[in-house]
């Protein structure tokens, strides 16, 4: 489904990203492990439009999506959970996620995809009313999720979920991701808590400043040595 090929990226004269490449199967979740400033989140803006690469290409569904401008992509069915929730604080739950289906016409299927949304997070449905800014920490994380999926995506990128949650809240988000992969959608995770993401993830792979130095199966990689001394603490 997603094929990242040799990508390079600079910020300035700072080398990013060097030479990454990874591969999504359709029904995969995959993650992208390491520690702060390994790169996890540029991949994510790279594929996403947000930042220019350099050099390597980018392919979704077998085509080329390097030079697809940002807001084109969520209709050809990608759509980004972003680092720090980012919801739309002045307008209310049901709002943010009306415009997560802002690409689609079919209002049948949306007001449906809402309620599938709400079987999900039952505290939005809760709060459907309430202004995103004034929702906890953890509601804000549900509701970009709810947002991202309202635009009912093939593949879902989520950046560092788990950020700022209490450990319950943690189990919490990383029990509905699994969810929404077995109902179909494929994932893209990028996230810190290694543990987590190599424990729902079928396959993974570790990043350090910018390069991939190892992949493998989550399961594996939870069993790798290096791994085990360098992100999980034993």
Do not use: C, W
């Amino acid at each position: 489904m997603l094929k990242v090929q040799d990508i390079n990226l600079f910020y300035g004269a700072i080398h990013t990203l060097r030479d990454i490449s990874f591969e999504v199967s359709p029904g995969e979740i995959v993650s992208l492990i390491g520690a702060n400033g390994a790169g996890k989140s540029s991949i994510l803006n790279a594929i996403s439009g947000l930042v220019p690469i350099s050099s390597g290409d980018i392919l979704f569904e077998g085509a080329s999506i390097r030079k697809t401008p940002a807001y084109r992509l969520s209709a050809m069915g990608l759509a980004q959970v972003p680092e720090g929730r980012r919801v739309f604080s002045r307008m209310t739950v049901q709002e943010n996620l009306e415009m997560g289906a802002f690409t689609r016409r079919d209002a049948a299927q949306v007001a449906e995809d809402m309620e599938s949304v709400f079987s999900h997070f039952p505290r939005l449905k809760e709060r459907r009313r309430q202004l995103a800014g004034t929702l906890s920490g953890g509601e804000q994380q549900m509701l970009a999720m709810g947002r991202a999926m309202m635009g009912r995506p093939r593949l879902l990128m989520m950046d560092e979920p788990s950020m700022g949650l209490s450990p319950l809240l943690v189990q919490e988000i990383f029990g509905i991701i699994r969810q929404v992969n077995q109902e179909g959608t494929t994932i893209l995770l990028v996230e810190q808590n290694a543990q987590m993401a190599l424990s729902i993830a079928h396959r993974a792979y570790v990043l350090e400043t910018g390069r991939v130095v190892k992949s493998g199966l989550g399961r594996e990689l939870m069993e790798d040595e290096d791994v085990r001394r360098a992100y999980l603490g034993g």
